[in-house]
């Protein structure tokens, strides 16, 4: 079965810190997809980044980066120069194919980030 | 283009009452997906469609139904609501690039309460 940790319930920072969010993820799966999703105190989803498990190449876009190790089953994602409206609770999910059953997208608990000014 | 829209945005029910949960997307997109979201335990996916006229289960489908008449609409529906199945709701779609690998797009969400 597939299943993604993200160890860090909550964090805090103060504005212009760097922080690194951790996602550790598990499948059996040669194939398959990291995401990062961002929700907001307004609720909604909101997509930052896709990885396949063939492309282990770092991407950065602006303030935001991602660490992908197969090595070690990761996919960090690090906000630098944080900013307030950072805050926000952020989800790492793995799709991946579960056994009998067509792909399915599996989230973790999810890290919620407090920037304060 | 409104993209995925959930009704009702929010609802109250006694135990035991039904309901239905429309989603509605206009992207043409083949998949359809419905999560509840639970403080501290993420999204965990409840049913899905891969088109038209198909469902499948997720992780919790226990307690829901879903059909998929129409390719752009995905129903959920509670047939005995239990307090247990008090949560946000988000409804996604994706377009399959390469095999279903593409991003969701989700629903604003629904707040059900099951009282």
């Known amino acids: 079965a597939q299943k993604v940790t993200q160890a860090q319930t909550e964090i805090s920072v103060v504005e212009k810190e760097d922080v690194t969010l951790d996602c550790v993820y598990e499948?059996?799966?040669?194939?398959?997809?990291l995401f990062w999703y961002k929700q907001p105190p307004s609720g909604e989803l909101v997509f930052l980044i896709r990885r396949n498990s063939f492309d282990e190449q770092n991407e950065i876009s602006g303030r935001y980066s991602w660490n992908f190790q197969k090595s070690t089953s990761s996919f960090n994602f690090t906000i630098t120069a944080s900013q307030v409206v950072d805050s926000a609770v952020y989800f790492c999910a793995l799709h991946a194919y579960q056994s009998g059953s067509a792909r399915q997208l599996t989230f973790g608990s999810g890290t919620q980030l407090t920037v304060l000014p | 283009n409104a993209g995925v829209t959930q009704t009702p945005k929010f609802r109250v029910l006694k135990t035991g009452q039904s309901m239905t949960l429309l989603c509605a997307q206009d992207m043409n997109h083949e998949y359809m997906y419905w999560y509840r979201q639970d403080p501290g335990m993420g999204l965990r996916l409840i049913h899905y469609s891969v088109g038209e006229g198909t469902t499948a289960k997720g992780e919790v489908p226990d307690g829901y139904n879903v059909s998929r008449l129409k390719k752009q609409n995905f129903l959920l529906g509670l047939e005995s609501a239990a307090p247990s199945q008090t949560s946000v709701y988000f409804c996604a779609s994706s377009f399959p690039r390469g095999g279903g690998t593409g991003e969701l797009f989700f629903g604003e969400g629904s707040r059900l309460t099951v009282l």
């Open positions: 499948t059996r799966d040669t194939t398959y997809y």
